[in-house]
């Protein structure tokens, strides 16, 4: 069993930055491949990012490729997704997510476990 909680979302100027942090917890949750995901109203819920247990290889959506990049501390329990150059675009609720399968995946189905989101609000 893997325990997520997000935090660090809140308003943000266009262009700004900001940090996500995903808390984890379980005996085994450093053995999990690590995602980032966004949903916003009315729309369904996206890959962002994800990382392999071990930090060594990521993968991005298109859309934040260059201004998103997700890393991940084993010693803190805590996967971050650090955001820049935010745009409107980027509004959202980000959830960190979990997968034990061996793959870095871009599918909401492959990951078992979800954290409860945090609010990323970009305004012009």
């Known amino acids: 069993q893997v325990q997520l909680m997000e935090s660090g979302g809140g308003l943000v100027q266009a262009g700004g930055s900001l940090t996500l942090s995903c808390a984890a917890s379980?005996?085994?949750?450093?053995?999990?491949?690590m995602g980032w995901f966004r949903q916003s109203p009315g729309k369904e819920r996206r890959f962002v990012a994800a990382?392999?247990?071990?930090?060594?290889?990521?993968r991005y959506a298109d859309s934040v490729k260059g201004r998103f990049t997700i890393s991940k501390d084993n010693a803190k329990d805590t996967v971050y997704l650090q955001m820049s150059s935010l745009t409107l675009e980027d509004t959202a609720v980000y959830y960190c997510?979990?997968?034990?399968?061996?793959?870095?995946?871009?599918?909401?189905?492959?990951?078992?476990?979800w954290g409860q989101g945090t609010q990323v609000t970009v305004s012009s």
């Open positions: 990382i392999t247990w071990s930090g060594d290889s990521t």
């Open positions: 997510a979990a997968t034990g399968l061996g793959i870095v995946s871009a599918q909401v189905e492959n990951y078992s476990y």
């Open positions: 379980g005996r085994t949750w450093t053995t999990y491949n």
